[in-house]
C-alpha cells in the first residue's frame, strides 16, 4: 500500500513538471460580427434610339427639315420601318437657298414639290458611311439618283457636302449635308422640247396643224430628226403655207411623219445604220461622210437632244418622202397615178394620148393641176373635155402645162416667162415669196422629182389664148 502511494506521488509531480515546462496555451480569440453587404444597385436600361424623325427633333439643327416634313405629310413614312438612309441638310443648309424658298415651297399649293425635293433626300436601306464612299451614284426614294464623290478626303451628294456620318436611329441612318438637294427637273417630252428650244417654231406650227401633237408627247420612245425654222425656209416660197392648209393636212402629216423613227436611237447608234425605217413606213437612208451625218441629203447638225419620251437630231434641211421627193424610178405619169390627187389629170392624160408622151425619156418639167383644180372649173367642163369629140382642145390643154426640159423651183423663179410644148409662152410672177404662172395660177407645192423629170404643183388649171 505504501509502496503504491509513493508510486502515485511521483507520477504526479512528473505531470507538474511536465506541465510546467509546456508553453503558454493560445488563448481563443472573440469571433468578431460579419459585416452586412452592400446592396447592389440595379443598372438602368439603356435608352431605346429614336427613329430618324424623333432624332432629327431632339437635334434641334433640323427645324426647318422637321417642318418640311410635316408640310409635306412625310412625318409617318420616315417614323415607319425603314431601313431609311437620310441625307439632311441642317437649318443652316435649308438657309443657303433663295430668300422666300422656303416659305414658298411650305405652301399647301406646293406639296408636292415640297415632297419630291424631301424624297430626294432619302435612299432605301441602311448605308452607312464606309460604304457610302464606294458608291458613284444612289437612288432616292424619288426615283431619281444622286452622284457621289469623294474629293480631297470629303464626300459630297451631287454638290453637297456630307458634313456629320453614321447618326445610327431606330430605323435607319442619318448623314448631315451642308447644302439642299435639289432634283434635276424633268425632261420634257419632244414636243414641248422643241417650242422650249426657239428654234422649232415652223416645226411646232406643222405638228399643230398635222394633229400630231399628242402623238409625239406619247410615250414613244421616238427618234426625231428635226428640221430648224432656217432649214423649212429653204423650201420654195409659199410652200410652207400651202402645207399648213387643211386640205393639205394629209401630205404634212406623211411629211412630218417621214422625219420621225420609232425606238429612240442615240447619235453613237445612228452612224452605225444605212438606212433607218420610219414611222410613214419609207426608209431615210444614213451615211457619214467626211465626219457628217446626212440622212438622205439632210445634214445632221446637233444630235442627241433627249426628251422624257425619247430624242431629237437636228436637220439642216427639210426630209421629203418619196412620193413629194425623188422618184426617180417612176414617170411623170407614175407619179402622179401613185400620188392620188391627180386623178383628173390622168384620165385627162389617157383620153388625150398623151400617157405614152409624158411616159417618154424628156426630160420634162409639168405643173400639174390636183383634182381640187379641175373643180374649180364650170361645171359640165371637164366631162366635155374628156369627150373623144374635145380630143384636140384637151390635149392643147394638157400641153400648155408642160414645158421642155427639167426645170428646178430654183430656177423657174428667176424666169419672168417659160415656152411650153404647145407652143405658147405661161408667164411667171413672184409676189410676196410666191410663185404665179400667167398671174393668178399659184405654185402650191414644188421639185416632185421624177425619173423623166419635174413636177410642180398648181391650184388651178391653165388654159391657153384662144
Known sequence: MKRFTTILSVLLVAVF????CAPAATPTPAPKPTAMPAPTATPEPAPKPMDIVDTAVADGRFKTLAAALGAAGLVETLKGAGPFTVFAPTDEAFAKLPTGTIDELLKPENKQKLTDILLYHVVSGKVMAADVVKLTSAATVLGKDVMVKVDMGNVYVNESKVVITDIVTSNGIIHVIDSVLLPPADKADIVDTAVADGRFKTLAAALGAAGLVET???????????????????????TIDELLKPENKQKLTDILLYHVVSGKVMAADVTSLTSATTVLG????????????????AKVIITDIEASNGVIHVIDSVLLPPAEGAMMDKTIVDVAVAD?????LVAALG????VETLQGAGPFTV??????????????????????????????????HVVSGKVMAADVVKLTSAPTVLGKDVTITVKDGKVFLNGTVQVIITDIETSNGVIHVIDAVLLPAK
Open 367 to 400: 405643173f400639174a393641176p390636183t383634182d381640187d383644180a379641175f373643180a374649180k372649173l364650170p361645171a359640165g367642163t371637164i366631162d366635155t373635155l374628156l369627150k373623144p369629140e374635145n380630143k384636140q382642145k384637151l390635149t392643147d390643154i394638157l400641153l400648155y
Open 17 to 20: 513538471v511536465l506541465a510546467a
Open 351 to 354: 383620153a388625150a394620148g398623151l
Open 282 to 297: 419609207k426608209d431615210v437612208t444614213v451615211k457619214v461622210d467626211m465626219g457628217s451625218v446626212y440622212i438622205n441629203d
Open 340 to 344: 392620188g390627187r391627180f386623178k383628173t
Open 216 to 238: 409625239l408627247q406619247g410615250a414613244g420612245p421616238f427618234t426625231v430628226f428635226a428640221p430648224t425654222d432656217e432649214a423649212f425656209a429653204k423650201l420654195p416660197a409659199g
